[in-house]
């Protein structure tokens, strides 16, 4: 999250491509702002007018002068006319003499473009943040620093899981690492270390994490688990598309972890190449790349490459679960 201050202590402009953080500032910032005692509302969702907007700011409840008006992706932001250039100024002009009664809050889901002049006047008058999703990269180190505020110690080999399970997320916000630290600490108990087991328990549930499990059988061949499971790794064709760029992204990587040994890589190059930043994870790819040879990884590329080309041309032959078990028989 990043803010920006102004001299507007009662004007916020929240944005981001994490919306769900923003909206948690948001109730946030209404509560501390009432202290607690939230006010009427009114709400703009992707509609409303200058003119709206300056009638709702501008008015007052008949019970109490307190109130909160919030404007959720105003249309303004996404295309407006030049006709429009005095009502613009005028709504301007009103959040310039906002009265501290009144807490005006406009989120928008993305971010600003802030060359245009409306924007450079809303950060000009406003109080802004942004809100965006975490690289999935840093998103270990976070997650271990919300543990550790909860008095929880991840082990060593725990770190090592956590930062390959939250490395192949797509997308990680703060409020979804801080549900599932919610959710370790309370698996913990008394317990003070965070160990493997207890995330292999806790994150599966989570976004189809069993994708992990399912890995872990293939690189083993074990057959029977394999065909057992892939029912529920491969639910539907979003899901499926998903994990088999997983898979293909693992087998990949052991390809090039044997090709640069086979030339002779220093190791310093193969941990670069293949973005490995702990001993855990060099030592966790050693174990991986033991189990699958060169030549069996590149067949597994290859085949996973043919049966997504024939599906979506609509031609294939050959059911998934046949090429998973083939490769365990090999």
Sequence with gaps: MVMKKSNKNNCFFLYGDDPVSANIRKNSLISSYFHGKVPEITLFD???????????????????AKTAVIIH????????SEKEDKKEEAFLETLKELPPDILFIILLDGKPDKRTKIIKSLLAICMSEEYSLMNPRDAAGTMIRML????????????????????????ISA????????KIVLMCGNRDTV????LEAALPDYMNQGIFRFTDALLDKKAGVVLESADRVFTDISTTIKNLGFLSSKFRKIKIFHEMKRNRRPE???????????????????????????????????????YQMKTRQGSSEIELKDLLLTYCMK
Excluded: H
């Design 268 to 306: 310093g190059e193969i941990r670069q190449a293949l973005g490995i930043r702990s001993a855990w994870m060099w030592r966790n790819m050693q174990n991986e790349a033991a189990k699958v040879g060169e030549k069996e990884a590149e067949w597994f590329l290859l085949q996973i490459f043919n």
């Design 195 to 198: 160990t493997r087991r207890l």
């Design 46 to 64: 992707g509609n409303g007018s200058f003119e709206e907007y300056k009638n709702a700011l501008e008015g007052q409840s008949l019970f109490t």
């Design 148 to 171: 550790a505020d909860e008095g929880k110690r991840v082990d060593y080999e725990a770190r090592g899981y956590l930062e390959t399970v939250l490395s192949s997320w797509e997308q």
């Design 73 to 80: 992706n105003p249309p303004f932001l996404k295309r407006r």
């Design 175 to 182: 409020p979804l690492l801080k549900t599932e630290c919610d």
